[in-house]
């Protein structure tokens, strides 16, 4: 595209190569043009799939925001202290790490979100259900997006377990396939 055509001689020949480079260079820019509109395309799918992601990272399902905390309450008639502090501790940590943080975080990091909210749900539901975590730790360092694994969990629990009669169990597992991405897999019996 960067190549012109040089004909002095005769007259006829001369006009062509003319008009052929003067197309060249339209075809030069109408590319430019292209290439410009689609770099602004991404850059806007880009924005708009932060945004999204934003959105739901900024959202605790406020049915278990009401939830953990009337189990705070029905623990405090019980006197089962113990079990209130560790709500409350894994409950703040959970509010302090939706609110206040990266917008990308070490898989170790998002494994300590989804721990505390284990132990919330463990309390809550009395050990009914069983979770295990089945993480290569060589993936622990790599950067995911902030609070993406649990709700994930929670939506196991939710739609799975939870209607489930009985003990259920739930298997989160993490590895790198194809040499650089990040397979999550949350599996439960309910």
Avoid: W
Avoid at 137 to 153: W, Y
């Amino acid at each position: 595209m960067h190549h012109r055509l040089e004909i002095t001689e005769p007259r006829e020949i001369c006009n062509l190569s003319s008009s052929i480079n003067h197309m060249l260079e339209e075809i030069n820019q109408l590319n430019h043009t292209i290439l410009y509109n689609q770099a602004k395309m991404y850059e806007i799918e880009l924005a708009n799939n932060r945004a999204r992601l934003s959105a739901l990272q900024n959202q605790i399902n406020p049915h278990f925001l009401y939830n953990t905390l009337g189990s705070i309450q029905g623990l405090t008639y019980l006197g089962r202290d113990h079990e209130i502090r560790i709500i409350i501790s894994a409950l703040s940590y959970l509010m302090r790490y939706n609110v206040k943080g990266k917008e990308q975080v070490t898989v170790s990091e998002e494994l300590k979100c989804v721990q505390r909210y284990l132990q919330i749900i463990d309390i809550r539901f009395s050990q009914r259900f069983h979770a295990t975590l089945h993480i290569d730790p060589a993936i622990e360092k790599f950067k995911m997006p902030r609070f993406f694994l649990q709700p994930l969990v929670e939506n196991a629990i939710i739609h799975g377990l939870e209607p489930r009669p009985g003990e259920g169990y739930l298997v989160l597992t993490g590895s790198l396939i194809h040499g650089n991405l990040l397979h999550f897999e949350c599996k439960d019996n309910g």
